[in-house]
Protein backbone atom coordinates (compact mmCIF):
# COMPACT_ATOMS: atom_id res chain seq x y z
CA UNK A 1 0.00 0.00 0.00
CA UNK A 2 0.82 3.10 -0.66
CA UNK A 3 -0.07 4.99 2.75
CA UNK A 4 3.66 2.82 3.98
CA UNK A 5 5.67 5.23 2.56
CA UNK A 6 4.36 8.25 2.39
CA UNK A 7 1.54 9.80 4.29
CA UNK A 8 -2.01 9.83 3.12
CA UNK A 9 -4.37 12.97 2.26
CA UNK A 10 -6.65 13.86 5.17
CA UNK A 11 -9.97 15.73 4.60
CA UNK A 12 -12.21 17.57 6.50
CA UNK A 13 -15.46 16.45 8.00
CA UNK A 14 -17.36 18.70 6.02
CA UNK A 15 -15.45 17.67 3.09
CA UNK A 16 -16.64 14.11 4.17
CA UNK A 17 -20.13 15.53 4.46
CA UNK A 18 -20.34 16.77 1.07
CA UNK A 19 -18.82 13.71 -0.74
CA UNK A 20 -21.27 11.57 0.38
CA UNK A 21 -24.14 13.99 -0.18
CA UNK A 22 -22.78 14.86 -3.53
CA UNK A 23 -22.15 10.78 -4.23
CA UNK A 24 -18.94 11.11 -5.21
CA UNK A 25 -18.33 8.40 -2.80
CA UNK A 26 -20.61 5.53 -1.74
CA UNK A 27 -22.82 6.30 1.19
CA UNK A 28 -23.28 3.23 2.87
CA UNK A 29 -19.96 1.74 4.77
CA UNK A 30 -17.62 4.69 4.64
CA UNK A 31 -16.16 6.42 7.70
CA UNK A 32 -13.68 9.49 7.83
CA UNK A 33 -10.69 8.33 10.24
CA UNK A 34 -7.99 10.92 11.24
CA UNK A 35 -8.98 12.44 8.15
CA UNK A 36 -8.99 9.64 5.41
CA UNK A 37 -11.95 7.65 4.40
CA UNK A 38 -11.97 4.18 4.95
CA UNK A 39 -13.84 1.41 3.51
CA UNK A 40 -13.82 -1.57 5.76
CA UNK A 41 -10.38 -1.79 7.28
CA UNK A 42 -8.54 -0.03 4.44
CA UNK A 43 -8.69 3.85 2.59
CA UNK A 44 -11.29 3.99 0.03
CA UNK A 45 -9.79 2.73 -3.18
CA UNK A 46 -10.42 5.94 -5.89
CA UNK A 47 -10.63 5.07 -9.94
CA UNK A 48 -9.04 7.66 -11.96
CA UNK A 49 -12.35 8.98 -13.15
CA UNK A 50 -13.26 9.37 -9.15
CA UNK A 51 -10.22 11.25 -8.28
CA UNK A 52 -10.51 14.24 -11.34
CA UNK A 53 -13.85 14.11 -9.92
CA UNK A 54 -13.05 15.40 -6.27
CA UNK A 55 -10.71 18.29 -7.98
CA UNK A 56 -13.78 19.42 -10.96
CA UNK A 57 -16.01 19.84 -7.97
CA UNK A 58 -13.74 21.69 -5.72
CA UNK A 59 -12.73 18.91 -3.11
CA UNK A 60 -9.34 18.92 -3.97
CA UNK A 61 -7.48 22.08 -5.10
CA UNK A 62 -5.02 23.30 -7.11
CA UNK A 63 -2.34 23.88 -4.33
CA UNK A 64 -3.16 20.71 -2.69
CA UNK A 65 0.07 18.84 -3.34
CA UNK A 66 -1.90 15.07 -3.90
CA UNK A 67 -1.27 12.51 -6.30
CA UNK A 68 -3.02 9.07 -6.85
CA UNK A 69 -0.97 5.98 -6.20
CA UNK A 70 -2.85 2.29 -5.66
CA UNK A 71 -5.95 4.05 -5.70
CA UNK A 72 -4.63 6.08 -2.51
CA UNK A 73 -4.37 9.68 -2.58
CA UNK A 74 -1.61 10.75 -1.07
CA UNK A 75 0.81 13.49 0.01
CA UNK A 76 3.78 14.70 -2.19
CA UNK A 77 6.72 15.91 -0.24
CA UNK A 78 7.50 20.00 0.02
CA UNK A 79 8.87 21.57 -2.43
CA UNK A 80 12.58 22.63 -0.96
CA UNK A 81 15.36 25.15 -2.46
CA UNK A 82 17.50 22.29 -3.62
CA UNK A 83 14.39 20.46 -4.90
CA UNK A 84 13.03 23.62 -6.88
CA UNK A 85 16.59 24.26 -8.67
CA UNK A 86 17.15 21.21 -10.39
CA UNK A 87 13.73 21.08 -11.50
CA UNK A 88 15.11 24.45 -13.05
CA UNK A 89 18.14 22.87 -14.33
CA UNK A 90 15.92 19.96 -15.87
CA UNK A 91 13.93 22.21 -17.66
CA UNK A 92 16.54 24.24 -19.12
CA UNK A 93 18.16 20.51 -20.19
CA UNK A 94 15.08 18.96 -21.64
CA UNK A 95 14.03 21.74 -24.17
CA UNK A 96 17.60 21.49 -25.02
CA UNK A 97 17.28 18.00 -26.05
CA UNK A 98 14.14 16.72 -26.61
CA UNK A 99 13.40 18.73 -29.54
CA UNK A 100 9.92 18.80 -30.79
CA UNK A 101 8.75 16.00 -28.27
CA UNK A 102 6.35 16.94 -25.52
CA UNK A 103 8.10 18.16 -22.08
CA UNK A 104 5.56 18.40 -19.10
CA UNK A 105 6.94 19.58 -15.77
CA UNK A 106 5.33 18.44 -12.70
CA UNK A 107 1.84 17.31 -14.36
CA UNK A 108 -0.27 14.23 -13.57
CA UNK A 109 0.83 11.23 -16.05
CA UNK A 110 -2.25 8.64 -15.95
CA UNK A 111 -0.59 5.01 -15.56
CA UNK A 112 -3.37 2.71 -15.30
CA UNK A 113 -6.65 3.26 -13.15
CA UNK A 114 -6.03 4.21 -9.81
CA UNK A 115 -2.36 5.12 -10.56
CA UNK A 116 -2.26 8.69 -11.14
CA UNK A 117 1.26 10.01 -10.00
CA UNK A 118 2.78 13.94 -10.90
CA UNK A 119 5.88 13.03 -11.58
CA UNK A 120 8.30 15.83 -11.51
CA UNK A 121 9.26 16.04 -15.36
CA UNK A 122 8.50 13.47 -18.52
CA UNK A 123 9.14 13.54 -21.79
CA UNK A 124 6.20 12.45 -24.31
CA UNK A 125 6.15 11.60 -27.78
CA UNK A 126 4.46 14.69 -29.83
CA UNK A 127 0.27 15.06 -30.05
CA UNK A 128 -0.85 14.87 -33.69
CA UNK A 129 -2.12 18.24 -34.82
CA UNK A 130 -5.71 17.35 -33.29
CA UNK A 131 -6.45 15.69 -30.38
CA UNK A 132 -8.24 16.12 -27.13
CA UNK A 133 -7.29 17.65 -23.81
CA UNK A 134 -7.20 14.40 -22.00
CA UNK A 135 -3.71 14.06 -19.80
CA UNK A 136 -0.94 12.28 -21.32
CA UNK A 137 -0.64 8.32 -20.49
CA UNK A 138 1.77 5.97 -20.16
CA UNK A 139 1.44 5.24 -23.90
CA UNK A 140 2.85 8.60 -24.58
CA UNK A 141 5.40 8.52 -22.36
CA UNK A 142 9.23 7.99 -23.25
CA UNK A 143 10.66 9.82 -20.02
CA UNK A 144 10.03 9.70 -16.59
CA UNK A 145 12.18 12.11 -13.84
CA UNK A 146 11.81 12.39 -10.52
CA UNK A 147 13.80 14.66 -7.52
CA UNK A 148 13.99 12.87 -4.36
CA UNK A 149 15.32 13.64 -0.92
CA UNK A 150 12.81 12.79 1.91
CA UNK A 151 10.64 10.94 -0.94
CA UNK A 152 13.83 8.62 -2.00
CA UNK A 153 12.47 5.01 -0.69
CA UNK A 154 8.40 5.63 -2.17
CA UNK A 155 10.47 6.86 -5.73
CA UNK A 156 13.02 3.98 -5.52
CA UNK A 157 10.71 1.07 -4.85
CA UNK A 158 6.57 1.79 -5.43
CA UNK A 159 6.90 4.46 -8.35
CA UNK A 160 9.68 2.69 -10.22
CA UNK A 161 7.72 -0.37 -9.84
CA UNK A 162 4.68 1.27 -11.41
CA UNK A 163 6.67 3.09 -14.21
CA UNK A 164 8.32 0.04 -15.22
CA UNK A 165 5.23 -1.75 -15.05
CA UNK A 166 3.47 0.69 -17.16
CA UNK A 167 6.50 0.14 -19.64
CA UNK A 168 7.81 3.85 -19.24
CA UNK A 169 11.43 3.20 -21.63
CA UNK A 170 13.37 5.58 -19.44
CA UNK A 171 13.16 6.53 -15.64
CA UNK A 172 15.58 9.15 -14.24
CA UNK A 173 15.50 9.14 -10.37
CA UNK A 174 17.67 12.52 -8.76
CA UNK A 175 18.94 11.86 -5.90
CA UNK A 176 19.60 15.11 -3.99
CA UNK A 177 20.72 13.66 -0.59
CA UNK A 178 23.32 11.61 -2.46
CA UNK A 179 24.18 13.65 -5.66
CA UNK A 180 23.81 11.18 -8.19
CA UNK A 181 21.31 10.46 -10.66
CA UNK A 182 19.34 6.83 -11.04
CA UNK A 183 18.97 6.19 -14.39
CA UNK A 184 16.84 3.24 -15.05
CA UNK A 185 16.12 1.66 -18.67
CA UNK A 186 14.44 -1.75 -19.91
CA UNK A 187 11.44 -2.39 -18.12
CA UNK A 188 10.31 -5.71 -17.37
CA UNK A 189 8.29 -7.36 -14.84
CA UNK A 190 7.36 -4.62 -12.61
CA UNK A 191 11.38 -3.64 -12.62
CA UNK A 192 13.86 -2.59 -14.95
CA UNK A 193 16.79 -4.44 -16.05
CA UNK A 194 19.54 -2.01 -16.57
CA UNK A 195 19.90 0.52 -13.75
CA UNK A 196 23.02 2.74 -13.27
CA UNK A 197 23.87 5.43 -10.65
CA UNK A 198 26.02 8.69 -12.17
CA UNK A 199 28.23 11.23 -10.51
CA UNK A 200 29.83 14.40 -10.88
CA UNK A 201 32.06 13.87 -13.98
CA UNK A 202 29.72 10.98 -15.46
CA UNK A 203 27.22 10.92 -18.42
CA UNK A 204 25.08 8.04 -20.31
CA UNK A 205 22.79 8.06 -22.76
CA UNK A 206 19.59 8.69 -23.17
CA UNK A 207 17.52 6.69 -25.72
CA UNK A 208 14.45 8.76 -24.61
CA UNK A 209 16.03 11.86 -25.60
CA UNK A 210 17.39 11.00 -29.05
CA UNK A 211 20.45 9.42 -27.83
CA UNK A 212 21.64 12.81 -26.55
CA UNK A 213 24.64 12.62 -23.85
CA UNK A 214 23.44 13.59 -20.46
CA UNK A 215 26.05 14.60 -18.12
CA UNK A 216 25.48 14.33 -14.44
CA UNK A 217 26.46 17.87 -13.38
CA UNK A 218 24.00 19.09 -16.10
CA UNK A 219 21.06 17.77 -13.44
CA UNK A 220 22.74 17.86 -10.31
CA UNK A 221 24.11 20.85 -10.17
CA UNK A 222 27.11 22.24 -9.00
CA UNK A 223 28.45 19.99 -6.33
CA UNK A 224 28.16 20.58 -2.70
CA UNK A 225 31.15 21.62 -0.26
Not at 109 to 115: N, P, T, Y
Not at 182 to 198: I, K, T, W
Request: glycine fraction near 8%.
Amino acid sequence: MAVQFVQPHQFTPEQFCRMTRDGLIPRQGMELIEGVVVSGTRPLQFSNAGYLRLAEEGILHEDDRVELIDGEIVRMSPVGGRHSECVARLVKLLVGCAGDKDTRIQDPLVLADGQQPQPDAFVARPRPATYDASLRSAADALLVIEVADSSLLFDRTIKAQHYADAGIPEYWLVDLKRDVVLVMQEPAASAYLDAREYRHGESWTSPALDGAEIEAASVLGPPRT
